[in-house]
């Protein structure tokens, strides 16, 4: 587990940039946390880590949001309202997983067993006003 404090934004962007740089392709990365700690903002540094210059918008009425570069792609869900394996089916989540797109999940705690076990979490808690503790591990470090 690496653990990291971002005492703003940008600090916010540059953690997920650098994580962008280390992950391969089909990379899945589910997020722990609650609303207004940055998982959007995580998702948008992790885009632009990766080389691709778009707006990144919270997915939370779209189900899932796509990011396309010249050599990478992206795929970021709200999993907030899955409630049920068909809630989960009915995103085409699992055809995306085999799409060799990254795929970024929020509210990951969800759909959770339907995660690869090789799935990075990334857990944001709220520390100050600006300030967060990041959390980045391997699916099987997180304790439930």
Known sequence: MKE??????????????????????GAVIGFIGGLGMGKTA???GFVKGLGIDC???SPTFAIC???IGAQKRVYHFDMY??????????TGFFDYLDSGAYIL?????NI???????STIVEIEKTGENA????????AEVID
């Open 4 to 25: 990291y404090i971002s005492n703003s934004y940008d600090e916010t962007l540059e953690i997920a940039a650098n994580l962008a740089k280390e992950l391969p392709n």
């Open 42 to 44: 995580f998702t948008a």
């Open 55 to 57: 707006d990144v918008f």
């Open 65 to 67: 949001n796509e990011y």
């Open 81 to 90: 309202r899955i409630e049920s394996w068909d809630d989960l089916y009915s």
């Open 105 to 109: 999940a929020e509210w990951s705690e």
């Open 112 to 118: 959770f067993g339907a995660l690869p076990e090789d």
């Open 132 to 139: 967060r503790k990041i959390k980045i591990m391997n699916k």
